[in-house]
């Protein structure tokens, strides 16, 4: 796989030194193997980029922003061109199956699309003024350096999400991706420079990718030319970054983790539902901040549906995610197996009937964490199932009233994704409403996973509050100025407040 991996980012466009000689020993999850080794950046490499996009900033916030979209459009054309290799090296670093790899690349592009629409449509409000002869308006102007830190399940997207936004609203970007995923990213940021160069007069160190470990994070945490960092992983790196960057008044995008429930009603179309759940619960191996964790279920649909999905979990293929046919690669490394394999351990001991969850293929690739989907019968929804364990493991649990399972739904610490299955109108609109679920994603009838960039992507509580992607998001990465303008002649002021002297 190694031989293959330097094929690819050659093909990619990074240099070879780049990721032979480094010191950080990069593993395919596939089968434990170390498939580069890549140089890491010092915290002096940190200072000089941060500078540098600092001076680039103050270029491009004065670039039209349609031309700015012009630069993005060009980043999704070397998306789309190298969709296929892209998304190969996201399967073997990240261990996607291949059409998760390739849906993965299919979201940058998506962004990139809708960032090139957006580059004109930036737009502020007029208001109506109290005061005559004067007029009020909003103007949004770029904020300055984005900072943007990515976790391993979704290497790329989620970088794209936020570069697609920030560079047409006029920022620059400095990038710290996960320490597991260097690769797929040193070649998005060839595609970058490709971009750049086709664009013609980009500034030097627009957006740039800083690989490292958490002292590249720290920097730019701390840096005060950093006026917004992005940031998603865990709970417990938002809980330690938030009030770092508060302290300075910058502003956050946390996209923490998640503990996603699904409600099945007595109504709910089952065959729909099983199959949504299946996707949502075992797909990209449990590894997305989507993913289905608990499935709550009207006692009336229980047995049936948990006899139909005990029957997904025992057929559903598990293998070499580059393989056609496997539904589930492995699992990204040997701690996120341990930690499956204790909170497996835990809902035994809290009288959870646990389907499913062992390690296979360890005799072929005794470096790799395979194992197959677990379905835990769970009598209560208790501590373990309260916390988010990053791994294929679904909760089942019983309810009666709608009520109930909306309790159930919002009692765990993280608000990201929810959904509900019925054929009830006033089920799903109960679930919507301010006294419905608290997460930032409200579905009905489809899962809580699999997003599409043109909404909001976020959710609240330990989850973080930040907003990602399509609806407003761009808002978070423009500073708002409010304009009165007065063409009276006149001095009223506000309030009718009088100050007369002689002047
Ligand atoms: C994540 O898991 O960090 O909704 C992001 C989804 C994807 C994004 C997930 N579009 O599953």
Not at 103 to 130: K, N
Request: one cysteine or more; proline letters at 4%.
């Amino acid at each position: 796989m190694a031989a293959e991996t330097a094929a690819l980012l050659h093909k990619l466009g990074v240099e070879s030194h780049r990721v032979t000689r480094g010191s950080l020993a990069t593993r395919s999850p596939i089968t434990g193997e170390i498939i580069a080794r890549v140089e890491s950046a010092d915290s002096n490499i940190a200072q000089q980029t941060i500078a540098r996009a600092e001076d680039a900033f103050h270029i491009w916030r004065n670039v039209p922003a349609p031309r700015r979209g012009e630069f993005v459009r060009l980043l999704g054309e070397e998306l789309r061109a190298a969709k296929a290799e892209l998304a190969r090296l996201v399967t073997i670093e990240a261990g996607k199956i291949t059409t998760e790899g390739l849906g993965e690349i299919q979201e940058m592009i998506d962004i990139c699309d809708f960032a090139v629409g957006l580059s004109r449509q930036l737009h502020g409000l007029t208001i109506a003024t109290e005061r005559r002869g004067h007029r009020m308006m909003e103007t949004w102007h770029p904020l300055g350096v984005a900072g943007v830190i990515t976790s391993f399940n979704f290497p790329v997207a989620v970088w794209a999400w936020n570069v697609a936004l920030a560079l047409v609203c006029g920022n620059s970007l400095v990038w710290k991706p996960s320490e597991k995923t260097p690769l797929v990213a040193l070649a998005t940021q060839a595609l970058v420079e490709r971009a750049a160069a086709r664009f013609g007069d980009a500034p030097d160190g627009l957006s740039t990718v800083l690989v490292g470990g958490r002292d590249i994070g720290e920097a730019l945490v701390e840096d005060a030319r950093i006026r917004l960092l992005s940031a998603t992983g865990s709970t417990a790196m938002g809980r330690a970054v938030a009030p770092r960057l508060a302290r300075r008044f910058a502003r956050s995008i946390l996209e923490l983790g998640g503990n996603n429930a699904a409600i099945v009603c007595a109504s709910a179309p089952l065959d729909l539902a099983v199959r949504a759940i299946a996707f949502a619960a075992m797909g990209t191996a449990g590894q997305r901040c989507t993913t289905l964790r608990r499935l709550i279920v009207h006692e009336d649909a229980y047995d049936e549906l948990l006899n139909r999905l005990r029957r997904a979990y025992a057929s559903v293929p598990v293998g070499d995610p580059r393989d056609g046919a496997s539904l589930i690669g492995p699992l990204i490394d040997a701690s996120a197996y341990s930690a499956m394999r204790a909170a497996l351990d835990e809902a035994r001991d809290a009288g959870g009937v646990v389907f499913g969850g062992e390690r296979v293929l360890a005799d072929e690739y005794p470096e790799a964490y395979y194992v197959r989907p677990a379905l835990i019968d769970m009598p209560a929804q208790t501590e373990v199932v309260r916390r988010e364990t990053f791994a294929p493991i679904l909760y089942v649990m019983k309810f009666r009233s709608l009520d109930e399972a909306i309790a159930l739904n919002n009692e765990v610490a993280h608000g990201l994704a929810s959904s509900i299955f019925t054929a009830r109108l006033d089920e799903a609109e109960r679930f919507m409403a301010a006294d419905g679920s608290d997460c930032g994603i409200a579905n009905v009838n489809i899962g809580p996973s699999g997003a599409e960039i043109g909404g909001a992507f976020g959710g609240e509580k330990d989850t973080g509050g930040g907003r990602e992607a399509g609806s407003d998001c761009w808002k978070a990465y423009m500073r708002r100025a409010t304009n009165t303008i007065n063409y009276s002649g006149e001095l009223p002021l506000a309030q009718g407040v009088k100050f007369d002297l002689d002047a």
